[in-house]
């Protein structure tokens, strides 16, 4: 289904471009990158250069204020290559506009639809090539999906509140897949044991995020984020669920034109049991 999903969008962006780009602007053509993540390590053995992964990206407007974003990659797990859709979503910045054209007023209201990053703090729903550090913390990874982040597909809605300051309100309902990077049988490497994915989520997946954005002063801004996450929601018992809670707090300053002042910190506390074994709460 993902690759259908993925098929018909480029098919759609581009044949609506090959018929218009003659007469359009560079702006209005669809925006496709290439990023490669090179990897380089030494030791007192021996020296490895790697290009651990190769994303191909396609973003492009199908409709006024319905923008459909793909990112697909070529993955080196074990010295093999993968192909993974990574992220294949459409945005809909006020569904209720595009549901009945006729309103005349914003309602505030915003759609995902698709596979995508889940919005758990501001860390989960960023690639690497985003990232403002090299490596993601111990604590994400164990609690949102390892190296790669935790991904799922599903429905999120949106609603940005009437408040004097940027306040929005997410909830989102995911189905979740297996882990991407899973080890298979036979692939472990001699001498080394299999290490753990942290938290496994399976089935459902709910997840709720309140993003709150304060103006402290014309080049000063903080941004607090309260995030929740529950997988296997379906579950008749909460011994087989899994549940996130967590805080993210960012405080950014301008400092001149073409530097700025960041500190962003983000707090979770998971609550979940290995296979057999009860559940515990665990923070980071």
Do not use: C
Not at 227 to 247: P, R, W
Not at 255 to 270: D, G, P, R, V, W
């Amino acid at each position: 289904m993902q690759r259908i999903i993925l098929l018909l969008l480029v098919i759609f962006i581009t044949q609506n471009n090959l018929i218009q780009s003659q007469q359009k602007k560079v702006t209005e053509l669809p925006d496709i990158s290439v990023i490669g993540t090179m990897v380089g390590k030494t030791t007192e053995d021996h020296k490895t250069f790697d290009v651990k992964e190769i994303e191909f990206s396609f973003q492009h407007y199908l409709y006024p204020g319905v923008k459909a974003d793909i990112f697909a990659a070529l993955h080196k797990h074990n010295g093999e290559r993968t192909f993974e859709l990574e992220e294949s979503f459409v945005t809909f910045s006020d569904l209720a506009g595009i549901i009945a054209p006729s309103l005349s007023t914003d309602t505030g209201i915003g759609a995902i639809v698709g596979k995508k990053r889940i919005n758990i703090g501001k860390i989960n729903q960023l690639h690497p090539e985003q990232w403002q550090f090299i490596d993601r913390s111990l604590a994400i990874q164990q609690f949102l999906g390892g190296e790669e982040g935790l991904a799922a597909e599903g429905v999120q809605l949106s609603y940005l509140l009437p408040l004097p300051f940027f306040s929005q309100f997410e909830i989102g309902g995911w189905t979740a897949g297996a882990h991407a990077h899973e080890e298979e049988e036979g692939h472990e490497e001699e001498g080394h044991e299999e290490e753990g994915h942290g938290v496994e989520y399976s089935n459902r997946l709910i997840s709720t995020r309140l993003w709150n954005s304060f103006e402290l002063s014309q080049d000063q801004e903080l941004e607090l984020g309260l995030n929740y996450l529950l997988g296997n929601a379906t579950a008749s018992s909460e011994d087989d669920q899994q549940s996130v809670v967590g805080i993210d707090l960012t405080y950014s300053k301008e400092i001149k034109n073409n530097q700025l002042l960041k500190i962003q910190t983000e707090y979770y506390q998971a609550n979940y049991g290995e296979e057999n074994e009860d559940r515990e709460k665990q923070t980071g």
